[in-house]
């Protein structure tokens, strides 16, 4: 496993806490997302669909570091959006660490290069390079070619520079487990310490819908790959027991609080794939949110997820309070044959509602009435993706 022991027992010991303090419901990972501005343009991503005026938006250095201290959670993973694009990313690092978070950055690896010698290398610190596969996949996910070459390239500079490096993958269902497996002894050869991995989520605004995988297909992919992986030694970021999960393996529900997301509009419900509203604070997020609206088994758009940011937390948690459970699935790895855990029943799930619109005016509304802020946050995009 690519994750140290010390940040596995700083996670461990944080959740025996909340245990002791008796909550039912805490986060293990904020998903910070200070803009949804992106030099790219993914075809399977819904978070770059607004106008103008919300993608120049960002968070500050103090909004960022105050959503980390009012939700506890040990790590931070900051996504976007391009994280690079914000000018304020190194301060927003440093002070996360020096909060003592575990900090995931999470980036297409363009900026990279250019933007390296703003950071220091930290134990606690890990660039995660979004690579959906070799060559000829990774530029077809990103809708860009070349792409792919300049991800690796700034993947090895930052490596020997003395980083901790991971690649965050998502697959989709024209993935194919021979070309994956090897795009994973490929990127076990770079010398990366994680492999994140994880199924595409069909977000309701995404341009590309018909490359979304559905449970069985994600289930059968996985148990492909990783019968395809045993003794090669790859270093997966992901918990042994979501691994097993992605394999068909668990009965989990997910744990949309386990990963609450904190971006421009505020803490947003219920998970950091659905927006179907906002609260101002995280404890209005966690109090007032209906929780068991959501999920699959619960809501139609929630059918075929699969997501580490809904399920990573759940297993987690699984391995935490069943340690035996955890360390058998790391010893065997993802049980690749055998009959499948049951599936959940969705004959009473309600029906997908969409308000991704609607949020999107009340949101323009509420900036109209905002103060005029300076050149330096209202950029063109092409100013931005340049910078």
Not at 297 to 312: I, L, Q, R, T
Not at 358 to 386: C, I, N, S
Request: glycine share 8%.
């Amino acid at each position: 496993m690519g994750i140290p022991l010390t940040q596995q027992a700083k996670v461990a010991a944080y959740v025996v806490r909340q245990k002791l303090a008796g909550r039912k419901r805490f986060p293990l990972v904020l998903m910070l997302e200070p803009l949804f501005r992106c030099n790219l343009a993914c075809a399977g991503c819904g978070k770059i669909d607004y106008p103008d005026a919300i993608l120049n938006k960002r968070l500050s250095v103090e909004d960022c570091l105050g959503a980390a201290e009012e939700c506890g959670a040990p790590v931070v993973a900051i996504a976007g959006g391009e994280p690079l694009l914000h000018k304020e990313m190194p301060q927003i690092v440093e002070g996360l660490l020096a909060q003592g978070r575990i900090v995931i950055l999470c980036t297409n690896a363009l900026l990279l290069d250019k933007r390296i010698e703003a950071y220091k290398p930290h134990p606690r610190f890990i660039w995660d390079i979004h690579l959906d596969g070799d060559r000829a996949q990774h530029d077809w996910a990103v809708s860009q070619e070349g792409v792919y070459d300049r991800a690796v390239a700034a993947l090895k500079n930052a490596r020997d520079r003395g980083f901790r490096t991971a690649i965050n993958c998502t697959l989709f269902n024209n993935a194919d487990p021979e070309r994956t497996a090897k795009f994973f002894d490929d990127v076990t050869a770079m010398g990366v310490d994680n492999i994140m991995l994880s199924p595409g989520y069909a977000y309701e605004r995404a341009p590309d819908q018909k490359h979304f995988l559905n449970r069985q297909t994600t289930k059968n992919l996985f148990r492909d790959i990783f019968a395809r992986g045993k003794g090669k030694g790859w270093r997966m970021g992901n918990s042994p027991l979501f691994l097993d999960f992605l394999a068909g393996n668990q009965s989990y529900k997910c744990t949309p609080w386990g990963n609450p997301t904190r971006n421009i509009f505020g803490w947003q419900r219920p998970c950091y794939l659905l927006g179907e509203g906002y609260a101002k604070t995280f404890a209005e997020l966690m109090d007032s949110t209906d929780w068991d609206k959501y999920g699959v088994g619960n809501y139609e758009k929630c059918a075929d997820c699969m997501v580490h940011s809904g399920f990573e937390a759940t297993a987690a948690l699984d391995a935490i309070t069943k340690p035996w459970k955890a360390v058998a699935a790391q010893l065997r790895g993802p049980r690749t044959e055998g009959p499948m855990a049951p599936e959940i029943d969705l004959s009473n799930q309600r029906p997908a509602e969409f308000v991704f619109s609607r949020h999107v005016q009340e949101a323009m509304k509420d900036m109209a009435h905002e103060p005029k802020k300076g050149a330096k946050h209202g950029a063109t995009a092409p100013q931005q993706a340049a910078e």
